[in-house]
T-cell receptor
Framework: DAGVTQSPTHLIKTRGQQVTLRCSPKSGHDTVSWYQQALGQGPQFIFQYYEEEERQRGNFPDRFSGHQFPNYSSELNVNALLLGDSALYLC?????????????FGSGTRLTVV | AQTVTQSQPEMSVQEAETVTLSCTYDTSESDYYLFWYKQPPSRQMILVIRQEAYKQQNATENRFSVNFQKAAKSFSLKISDSQLGDAAMYFCAYRSTTSGTYKYIFGTGTRLKVLA
């Protein structure tokens, strides 16, 4: 049973460029959340997608956008990259429902902006 | 707004010994979830243990147990019989049960070193 799959694993971009990160959730999970983890910090919530809609957003600028597809996979897009966007981007999936049994995380995409 | 604090940036433990990692949080809510996640060098965050705030009983998962003190807003993780594979970053996380709130709030982490 495949867990959460993220691609690519590493990425180097130039300031001002745009980037798309991809995530396939664990089988049976329909909810996808994205987190940004700066070096030496805990993950920070970007947004969560459920039923193809963004249902909660963290304190991130509009340069960060996302999408969820009918098969529950998700993309995170970041426009006009800044040096400060360099971080590990984590995707986490979970099943829908009232109870929270915790996320299943992917191994992340390491984004470096130069 | 809720906050999560992990005041120990780094801890060390001898193999086979017991270690306790601290976590405190601030909230005005009465019902919420608390989690401990482990992040090894592979970067993948792995769920270690979860606690529902309305449950008085402390959660346990094999060698991992928590000491949940709701009034003190404390949620420490005890690792018994430490193994080399336990070496990792450990993050404490909080999640509100307020309708429309789904995000986890993470602490800054504690790096655990296990000495052979």
């Amino acid at each position: 049973d495949a867990g959460v799959t993220q691609s690519p694993t590493h990425l180097i971009k130039t300031r001002g460029q745009q980037v798309t990160l991809r995530c396939s959730p664990k089988s049976g999970h329909d909810t996808v959340s994205w987190y940004q983890q700066a070096l030496g910090q805990g993950p920070q919530f970007i947004f969560q997608y459920y039923e193809e809609e963004e249902r909660q957003r963290g304190n991130f600028p509009d340069r960060f956008s996302g999408h969820q597809f009918p098969n529950y996979s998700s993309e995170l897009n970041v426009n006009a990259l800044l040096l400060g966007d360099s971080a590990l981007y984590l995707c986490a999936s979970s099943p829908g429902g009232s109870w929270d049994y915790g996320y299943t995380f992917g191994s992340g995409t390491r984004l470096t902006v130069v | 707004a809720q906050t999560v604090t992990q005041s120990q940036p780094e801890m060390s433990v001898q193999e086979a010994e017991t270690v306790t990692l601290s976590c405190t949080y601030d909230t005005s809510e009465s019902d919420y979830y608390l989690f401990w996640y482990k992040q090894p060098p592979s970067r993948q965050m792995i769920l270690v243990i979860r606690q529902e705030a309305y449950k008085q009983q402390n959660a346990t998962e094999n060698r991992f147990s928590v000491n949940f003190q709701k009034a003190a807003k404390s949620f420490s993780l005890k690792i018994s019989d430490s193994q080399l594979g336990d070496a990792a970053m450990y993050f404490c996380a909080y999640r509100s049960t307020t309708s429309g709130t789904y995000k986890y709030i993470f602490g800054t982490g504690t790096r655990l070193k296990v000495l052979a």
